[in-house]
């Protein structure tokens, strides 16, 4: 069982730039998806970025804003969020999807991090 634990919310000025990171307890090399969703304050949550076999997508409210990467020898997925706007406030999570065969999928999820972003 592989757990997440996200890093590295805060608060920071409209403008201003956070890198979320998530690690695992174990390797997320087995791991065929990893994304950030958010959620904001009564919003449902939404996906801001994933990236699987290397190529990352992104939603377009933060396109050229946000980078997602990961980093299988460190177990480690990061989010890199510049020019950072008050709508990006919200409780990040980190998620992994392991899919072995089509019945077999297994999801992961971390317990979040807050980022508050003030104008």
């Known amino acids: 069982q592989v757990q997440l634990v996200e890093s590295g919310g805060g608060l920071v000025q409209a403008g201003g730039s956070l890198t979320l990171s998530c690690t695992a307890s174990g390797s997320i090399s087995s791991i065929n998806v990893m994304a950030w969703y958010r959620q904001a304050p009564g919003k449902q949550s939404e996906l801001v970025a994933s990236?699987?076999?290397?190529?990352?997508n992104y939603a377009d409210s933060v396109k050229g804003r946000f980078t997602i990467s990961r980093e299988n020898a460190k177990n480690t997925l990061y989010l890199q969020m510049n020019q950072l706007k008050p709508e990006d406030t919200g409780v990040y999570y980190c998620?992994?999807?392991?899919?072995?065969?089509?019945?077999?999928?297994?999801?992961?999820w971390g317990q979040g991090t807050q980022v508050t972003v003030s104008s």
């Open positions: 998620n992994g999807l392991r899919i072995r065969s089509i019945a077999d999928r297994l999801n992961y």
């Open positions: 990236i699987s076999g290397g190529r990352p």
